[in-house]
């Protein structure tokens, strides 16, 4: 009798949570809007570079031969392009080209071959200086890198923020623009720009190099391979 009037008891407990339960709306997990939005970024971006690397290449120009050259803009304006300070760089982006079938020139190949006045003159945007070097490599597009950082004091918390963007400017090797792809980063505290730079390229690499090959696949022409001097 005693576990009877325990059980009725139970029951009519239950008879009594279950629509003050239903009256109130509860559920047992609400969705997160913001992770619903970062879900449907995520699907949008993944959209586009497949929209991008979709675009049909036709097999010549894939095999034509593609400069890399990175640089960093100081606070000055005075571009710095040495190489080999930006290998990281030049990896993730070239592994990525190549992996799509596209030919790169290494750092190291380019310094053989190059001077680096030529390099400094082509970051000035000196066209005889980029023909100059074009056909030094025997490479018949260049795909610039430049690195600008804006340093600013925030007065509240006395940090220095740097926001760092990088813009890449693909070109024949007669200067006509190909394609011109860019990627911001936002603001963090900190005086390593390269560093910061590297991490900005590694995020969005996968966007950018598709943004440049179905470019490179719609707008290039094919300007005779340059011959080396």
Same mark, same amino acid.
Request: charged content about 20%.
């Given at each position: 009798m005693r576990l009877v009037a325990v059980v009725a008891s139970s029951c009519a407990l239950l008879g009594l949570v279950a629509p003050l339960v239903?009256?109130?709306? &509860? +559920? &047992?997990?609400?969705?997160?809007? /913001?992770?619903? $939005?970062?879900r449907a970024a995520q699907a949008a971006r993944e959209? @586009? %570079?497949a929209y991008e690397?979709?675009?049909?290449?036709?097999?010549?120009? +894939?095999? +034509?031969? %593609?400069? *890399? %050259? %990175?640089?960093? @803009? =100081? /606070?000055?304006?005075? *571009?710095?392009?040495?190489? @080999? !300070?930006?290998?990281?760089? &030049?990896?993730?982006?070239n592994a990525r080209l190549r992996d799509l079938g596209l030919r790169t020139y290494t750092p190291e190949e380019i310094r053989?071959?190059?001077k680096q006045a030529e390099i400094d003159a082509y970051f000035r945007n000196d066209p005889d200086a980029a023909l100059s070097a074009a056909r030094r490599m025997g490479a018949s597009f260049v795909l610039r890198g430049l690195i600008t950082a804006d340093a600013r004091m925030n007065n509240i918390i006395a940090v !220095?923020?740097?926001?760092?963007?990088?813009? &890449?400017?693909?070109? =024949?090797?007669?200067? +006509?623009?190909v394609s011109d792809v860019g990627?911001?980063?936002?603001?963090? $505290?900190g005086s390593d720009v390269a560093k910061m730079a590297l991490t900005l390229v590694n995020e969005q690499a996968d966007e950018i190099v598709a943004r440049l090959y179905g470019d490179y696949c719609r707008n290039a022409g094919l300007p005779p391979t340059p011959k080396r001097k």
């Open positions: 239903g009256a109130q709306g &509860f +559920k &047992f997990s609400q969705p997160d809007p /913001s992770q619903a $939005a970062e959209d @586009r %570079i690397l979709s675009t049909p290449c036709r097999a010549e120009l +894939k095999g +034509k031969k %593609i400069m *890399v %050259i %990175i640089g960093e @803009r =100081q /606070s000055d304006g005075y *571009v710095m392009a040495e190489q @080999r !300070n930006y290998g990281p760089h &030049f990896q993730v982006i053989a071959q190059i !220095n923020q740097v926001s760092v963007s990088m813009g &890449f400017t693909l070109a =024949q090797s007669d200067g +006509k623009i990627a911001d980063a936002a603001s963090y $505290a």
